[in-house]
């Protein structure tokens, strides 16, 4: 199973940007899917989840400017950001969970660097 996070980049802040993240792997049906993120210095924090049936959950903090959406078909999630600011300044983890019949599994991508500039 591999997750892969792409999108990310340079920008200004009040810009967007749009991250996706893939699973892959053979047979591979992926629960809830998700966001965290990491600034320098700081500890990995909740962006937001999405369930099978795309309901989300965006952290209080990013609401408004934050949306989590899923294509099922494409085992991908996406994660749009709009009016950035440079606290928003991070590697994006994507992260993708599956029960294995008696727990969860969880696989996690390798990041995405967004950096915001002011």
């Known amino acids: 199973v591999q997750l892969q996070a792409s999108g990310g980049g340079l920008v200004q802040a009040g810009g967007s940007l749009r991250l996706s993240c893939v699973a892959s792997?053979?047979?591979?049906?992926?629960?809830?899917m998700g966001w965290y993120r990491q600034a320098p210095g700081k500890q990995r924090e909740l962006v937001g989840t999405?369930?099978?049936?795309?309901?989300?959950n965006v952290a209080d903090s990013l609401k408004g400017r934050f949306t989590i959406s899923r294509d099922n078909a494409k085992n991908t999630i996406y994660l749009q950001m709009n009016t950035l600011e440079p606290e928003d300044t991070a590697v994006y983890y994507c992260?993708?969970?599956?029960?294995?019949?008696?727990?969860?599994?969880?696989?996690w991508g390798q990041g995405t660097l967004v950096t915001v500039s002011s």
């Open positions: 992260y993708a969970d599956r029960w294995n019949g008696v727990g969860v599994d969880v696989y």
């Open positions: 792997g053979s047979m591979f049906s992926p629960g809830g």
């Open positions: 999405i369930t099978t049936s795309s309901v989300t």
